[in-house]
């Protein structure tokens, strides 16, 4: 049996453990995954509701999720408004500026970026002029402003990208990545030179990738084939953004070959980015039977506690977000209510992508706020209560994923 202890990876930016044992049935899912009915699993569950209804219940959940007790679950929160409502949810993110967790504040400053709030700029420049502002937050203001137009700070990447800390050094790393310039190859492929830290290594792996860097593919595959599970659930999602044939290959090979369900269900997503949907049944049987994927996976009977059943569901509700099939949102709702908020967050996450077109405005009228007192929305000192260092790329991911931008920083 599987017990709880077992279960010890991330991916995402899902807090996800798992070692899987046990044998496969390697040949019936296989050749089932041959045929494009991946193990035959459920059919998706119709809407009961109106699609702008099922929307408005999702972002709902979220917006929710925004106020949370937990901070990584308001960090998440505000990665899925910024992908989905974008500066119609801008007065969320300027309320995370005055978060007490740095890593919320470091969410809220990413998703401001995300959607180009001009608003905000000013008070931007005042946080990254006050020299208490934390060196993670600092990071994402450079990427804020430049998205904004404002690239005086660009320079200031090179110092973090040698900090001592190697959350800084990551973060670094990402918003490189981030902003988008190939020029910011340079200084990636010369810290990774010299870095020790195997989470910050895995960071500048995947910024570079992101950058098209064109000896990254076979880099991340490096990782699937030998790196810990948690660096092969996000080097996997990574192959999945760099719409490379080659990654597409090694992604169809893990989703044929490898044992784990949570690799499978991780490399059936990124499929799904990349515009083939093959893993669409085994991600569906993952949110609406995990118990079902596990016995078929190991081949025999497997007892799963909720928190590995939450887990697996995660990144099949993920999955199914990515591979865009309209359909798949009525087999989501069910777990708005789950009492494991990043799950509802992640279903959430996905409906709302996959109804994207049935998105009824946010507000009756009116647009967010202005911030136009700086003292308000200055981030505190106040020592952020965060998880210990993951070093993944949000997903934002993110849980997003997988990335920093999911896993908060620790101040």
Not at 224 to 231: N, Y
Request: proline fraction near 8%; hydrophobic fraction near 40%; charged fraction near 20%.
């Amino acid at each position: 049996m599987v017990g709880p202890a077992e279960f010890n990876e991330k991916g995402d930016g899902v807090r996800i453990q798992l070692r899987w044992a046990g044998t496969l049935t390697a040949a019936m899912i296989a050749a089932a995954v041959a045929a494009g009915c991946s193990l035959g699993g459920p059919r998706a569950s119709k809407l009961q509701i109106p699609p702008s209804e099922a929307y408005q219940e999702a972002r709902r959940t979220v917006l929710q999720a925004s106020g949370d007790r937990a901070g990584e679950v308001r960090s998440r929160a505000m990665e899925v408004l910024a992908l989905t409502e974008g500066a119609d949810a801008a007065d969320v993110f300027v309320s995370g500026l005055r978060d007490p967790e740095v890593g919320v504040r470091f969410a809220a400053v990413m998703a401001l970026g995300d959607c180009g709030y001009a608003p905000a700029a000013e008070v931007l420049r005042q946080m990254m002029a006050n020299e208490q502002t934390n060196p993670n937050v600092r990071g994402a203001i450079i990427y804020a402003l430049d998205r904004m137009g404002d690239r005086r700070f660009r320079s200031k990447l090179g110092m973090l990208l040698t900090d001592a800390s190697p959350e800084v050094r990551a973060n670094a790393a990402l918003v490189i990545a981030k902003i988008g310039d190939p020029a910011g190859t340079g200084p990636l492929r010369d810290r990774l030179e010299g870095e020790q830290h195997a989470g910050v290594k895995y960071q500048l792996t995947e910024s570079l990738a992101a950058l098209g860097y064109p000896l990254s593919v076979g880099m991340l595959s490096g990782y699937i084939r030998m790196g810990q599970p948690h660096e092969k659930l996000l080097a996997l999602q990574a192959l999945g953004r760099t719409g490379s044939p080659r990654a597409q290959k090694t992604l169809i090979r893990v989703l044929d070959e490898e044992r784990p369900p949570l690799v499978r269900i991780a490399a059936a997503g990124a499929l799904g980015r990349l515009g083939d949907a093959r893993g669409y049944k085994l991600a569906l049987q993952a949110v609406v039977d995990p118990d079902a994927l596990a016995r078929q996976s190991y081949g025999r009977p497997v007892r799963l506690g909720d928190p590995q059943r939450y887990q697996i569901q995660m990144l099949g509700a993920l999955a199914l977000g990515q591979m865009r099939r309209e359909e798949a949102a009525g087999s989501l709702m069910g777990l708005l209510a789950s009492p494991e908020r990043s799950l509802a967050v992640a279903a959430a996450k996905s409906i709302m992508v996959l109804l994207a077109k049935f998105r009824p405005p946010m507000t009756a009228g009116g647009g967010p706020p202005t911030p136009t007192d700086p003292t308000a929305t200055r981030p505190t000192t106040t020592r952020a209560a965060t998880q210990p260092t993951t070093t993944q790329p949000t997903t934002t991911r993110s849980t997003k994923p997988p990335s920093l931008h999911s896993a908060p920083p620790k101040d």
